[in-house]
DNA sequence: CTAGTGCACTGGTCGGACCAGTAGGCTACG
DNA sequence: CGTAGCCTACTGGTCCGACCAGTGCACTAG
């Protein structure tokens, strides 16, 4: 010990360093959202690198969703506004990778919905508690109708919410994970047989909500809407592990 | 309408084709981590393209953290197990470019880390919950000595928590957010007048944790858990957000 | 049997070429 | 004079061929 640290030269491929730049520009702000790359061939001179390196510099940008390009573009690429596009990505591929269960992904529902609903309860504007309401509503007539629409104003609720909890992280991660639930089960969801039970009953359920969060109550709240998604998804999920599910509910 | 609905025939680039080739071998499990692709030159054989084409593939799947190439490499590519590290880079970047606030991190923290708490009060084994105690008393022992530990150790506790939940996708976004929310704010901490103060009231809060834990009250636990990372945290977030941060604790 | 040396690969980079698109200026027609 | 249509000068997407610096392994010389 003592002596100098000297740290291993990783060999930095150029493309990299290109990419490095680029991302700077793009955080740092000098790049804003709508704006567009030189072209190119503009960017291989600009870097002094060849037309092989810039493209695969702009690949991996692209896959980061940082910028988008279009064939016969007569500008260079777009740089995009951050969408979590990327983030969706990563998690959908964890999921499938990491056998991440049907279970955890409800229980993560339950913890980001509840948290949700529990800052939501405080913070909502009168706006958007009306946003809630007519979602709610909008649900009920779904169902008296006969109209497939129940699934589109379930989401629509749970969205508001997720808004007025004022957090941005909480926002993306309920959409994400959430999206990618539904696409887990959605065949399920169609072939239910006491689906039109489960549908009334969640109603039910969302309207309680509401009413906890009129009356102020966000911890009563938050509680009631992890029963009403426990309650929602319990029967497809397999018996053994719906414990650690119920874990949750206080 | 009525009438065949055709879709846009949005042009699928090549190396696109190469990419979700490879992912559906990946995912599907068919190549699993350790295993290594065919080199380009074979690979621009079985796919009928050219190596750049190829090249560019790789280069996705490396960004999307699937992959790993090294030069030299007498193998091809080597499949990787999938890490958090994607996942990480693009929350990061959310972080930076989407004006992710220290509050709305801290936040989501205590969302997951009570929740985790939660969890692990009725699901922990009882190594988990050594583990725990020892975290803790390491973090005393780095206080009285004066060691530069404590943070390590504050860091070893949230990750035994976050196991014990028996929930992956808490367990990764834990560690994401938290080295999310240490990175921003490392300097601040070192600086701190009070910091040993700080130190002395966690280890305190840490303690009542586990003796809700070891009552067996979750909700307790969980309540607490918050509180503590309230008051560790608050002093760091500008008082304007101060209130969304406390409207969490019940 | 071991230590050293090539060799046959690997990925990284380069340059040049062609194609199919697009956008905008220009021309020719109304 | 105005507009519809073409033309051209770009763009990104793909291909090819070449060279370099690494790496591992087989082979050879000790």
Known sequence: MGGPRFEPVRAVRAYERVVEQVEEAIESGSLSPGERLPSERELMVQFSVSRSTVREALRVLQARGLVRSRPGDPNGAEVLPFSPATLHKSMTTLARVEELSLAELVQFRMVLDSSAILLAARLRTDAQFAEMESAVAHMRTAVET?????????????????????????????????????????????????????????????????????????????????????????????????????????
Not at 176 to 194: C, G, T
């Open 146 to 250: 006969g109209q497939d629409t129940f699934g589109e104003a379930d989401v629509a609720f749970h969205d508001v919410v997720a808004r007025a909890s004022g957090n941005k992280l909480i926002q993306i991660c309920t959409d994400v994970v959430r999206s990618i639930v539904l696409k887990l089960i959605s065949e399920k969801i169609a072939d239910a047989p006491d689906r039109e039970a489960l549908m009334r009953q969640s109603i039910r359920h969302h309207e309680e909500v509401l009413a906890a969060m009129r009356a102020g109550d966000g911890p009563l709240a938050a509680r009631l809407s992890k029963k009403a998604m426990y309650d929602y998804y319990a029967g497809y999920i397999p018996a053994p592990e719906r414990p650690a599910l119920s874990a949750l509910l206080d």
